[in-house]
């Protein structure tokens, strides 16, 4: 998957409302982080203030970490709701750091595999709302980037429609009548972005080595793409042609409409798109006073969504109610192509794959197509999995289907992926994160609004098909048939051996009981827990006589003599409690 940026300032303008902060006069005194320059205080404080968040959630994550920490006892209750606030707090964070976090906390939330699903979701609603530059500012910045080209401006508007921590945007009409907008980027943007992104390359290099933290997730590796796609979304030049690409898709259907760009007025940091007013899809009220029927319009969204992925494959992957408006005769606009999603052709086949194994509620054929696409680690007790799966499968295609049944599918992913050896591809992230997104928006606007329920005629191409023609299927059941007769005429073969190693006492069978495993190694860990609990207290006793006796700078030795005793129980604590938690999520995947 492909994804350039992520959600920058829309111009989603409605009948009550824009998308942005709230309209009004340009606001100075901005802060540190949105000034053109970088001044030498910037570069020395900002770095101490993102080591020092670093430390402060390392610290925090560590102490929720610990059962005795919860007054009145642990349980998990309590946790979940530590939890929440932990990932408000940082969402307050990130928004308080400015462009780059905003922006990383964004692209964050689609890594489940790496964050607790509590700040997965929190970042996912993650939106910046900041007060607008200068309007000198903006014209100074489309002198600079359009040159001569400026004369093309008949009339800019001096308040603009949204403001965010990436760009803001300007109405305007040219010469030609023609009615357009202007994305403009803040100043200086690229300098704070390039500092920022150093430093948090600095961090993911120091958390890589922690011998819990690092281990099983690639940070560096992280890093890097954030690093990649964050500097590739200040230029406007790649989201003029996400729109344009976009709108190429739809040109046959009038239900449909994308802006178009303006290429002669647009550059890297500028992006001059036409004016498409509309309502906001979520303002029912204002729907119903146009004449729109909400429920209809929930289903062209899906119907539009549902062919960008199978049809297309070339997806909006942020399709929150900023970014989707209706217009007057009914027809849906989208908004701010700076995050996008491309499916590849072997996901899709692989996805068409997955698809006829959920529709069939095979939960062993979908395990292994997980494992084959590399969900899943080599070497893991796949049982829990298919329990889990086959839950999910129940719950998500028994009618009548639920109006939230790809929000809890979520949930239920995240928490599988989250300190397991489960890594979903991007692809997917994006895809069940966008679907999720608009199913949201479908409730709010049709309260018995499923996109389970209409999605079945635009999953049958990728049932008999994928990606080549519609011979797919049955080459797959040609396939499968010869399968099954290839293994049938080996039974006889393979029993004559196996019946031939019984008679010679050659023949072994082995026994894996992975639970049985777990709890053993658990009881292992439990005795070397209390011995070293035992030493501990003998060394405490010999230290508290010293100190009492007629020598009491002897306490020293029993404490030095303890101090590794004692690491070593701390660690022991660790992993049992993280021993803990893993059978606790695989216990509610056998529910």
């Known amino acids: 998957m492909t994804v350039s940026g992520v959600a920058g300032s829309g111009h989603a303008v409605t009948a009550k409302a824009v998308s942005g902060v709230a309209a009004g006069a340009p606001t100075r005194g901005i802060g540190s982080w ?6 030498d205080a910037t570069r020395i404080w900002r770095p101490l203030r993102i080591w020092g968040l670093t430390l402060k959630l390392l610290a925090s994550l560590w102490w929720d970490g610990r059962r005795w920490s919860y007054p009145g006892g642990f349980t998990p209750e309590r946790l979940a709701a530590r ?39 929190e970042l996912s609603h993650l939106q910046d709302r900041v007060p607008a530059f200068p309007f000198s500012v903006v014209e100074g910045l489309l002198e600079q980037e359009l040159g001569e080209r400026c004369a093309e401006i008949l009339d800019l508007e001096e308040v603009p429609l ?40 600095q961090v993911a290099a120091a958390v890589q080595r922690h011998p819990r933290w690092g281990q099983g997730r690639d940070w560096i590796g992280i890093a890097k793409e954030c690093r990649r796609v964050l500097l590739r979304e200040l230029d406007f030049r790649l989201e003029a042609e996400h729109a344009a690409r976009f709108r190429q898709q739809f040109l046959e ?28 899809i979520t303002d029912r009220p204002a729907l119903v006073a146009a004449g729109i029927e909400p429920a209809a319009v929930a289903e062209k969204g899906a119907a539009s969504y549902l062919q960008q992925l199978v049809r297309f ?13 209706v217009a007057t005769d009914g ?19 692989r996805l068409g794959r997955m698809v006829r194994a959920a529709a069939a509620r095979d939960a062993t054929t979908l395990v292994e197509e997980l494992q084959q696409a590399g969900v899943i680690a080599e070497g893991v007790d796949l049982g829990p999995v298919r329990r889990l799966v086959r839950v999910m499968l129940t719950e998500a295609l028994t ?15 995240y928490d599988l992926v989250y300190g397991q050896p489960f890594r979903l591809p991007p692809e997917l992230i994006f895809v069940m994160r966008a679907l999720s997104t608009f199913e949201g928006v479908g409730r709010s606007l049709d309260p018995g609004f499923s996109l389970v329920s209409i999605a079945r005629p635009y999953l049958l191409p990728l049932m008999t098909a994928s990606g080549s023609g519609p011979n797919d299927l049955i080459n797959e059941l040609g396939r499968q048939a010869a399968e099954v007769g290839s293994r049938a005429l080996g039974i006889p073969r393979r029993l004559d051996e196996s019946l031939a190693r019984i008679e010679q006492g050659d023949l072994q069978v082995q026994i894996r009981a992975g639970e049985t495993d777990r709890l053993l190694r658990r009881l292992a860990l439990a005795q070397q827990s209390a011995g070293q609990s035992f030493l501990l207290g003998g060394l405490a006793v010999a230290a508290a006589l010293l100190a009492a006796s007629a020598r009491p700078a002897l306490v020293a030795i029993p404490l030095v003599l303890g101090l590794p005793v ?7 604590q660790s992993r049992l409690q993280r021993d803990g938690r893993i059978d606790q999520l695989q216990g509610g995947g056998k529910g």
Not at 177 to 185: A, D, H, M, W
Not at 313 to 325: E, I, Q, S
């Open 34 to 39: 949105r000034r053109a320059r970088l001044d």
């Open 83 to 121: 939890q929440r606030r932990r990932a408000r707090w940082l969402t307050q964070q990130f928004l308080s750091l400015g462009s780059a976090f905003i922006k990383l906390g964004q692209l964050l939330s689609a890594r489940p595999d790496v964050l607790p699903a509590d700040v997965v979701e």
């Open 162 to 201: 949204g403001s965010a921590s990436l760009a803001q945007v300007h109405r305007a009409s040219l010469r030609s009548g023609r009615q357009v907008v202007f994305k403009v980027q803040r100043p200086g943007l690229e300098r704070l972005f390039r500092l920022d992104l150093e430093v948090l390359q």
């Open 253 to 280: 259907d009038p239900g449909i409409r994308i802006p178009a760009v303006v290429w002669e007025l647009s550059s890297r940091r500028v992006l001059c798109l036409d004016y498409v007013p509309g309502i906001k």
């Open 313 to 325: 494959g070339f997806f909006h992957a942020d399709p929150h109610p900023g970014n989707l408006a």
């Open 331 to 349: 027809a849906l606009i989208y908004y701010d192509f700076g995050m996008m999603g491309q499916i590849s052709e072997r996901l899709r086949s």
């Open 399 to 413: 009618p009548p289907f639920s109006s939230n049944v790809l929000q809890k599918l979520s949930g239920d992913l």
């Open 566 to 572: 004692a690491t070593g129980w701390l660690k022991l």
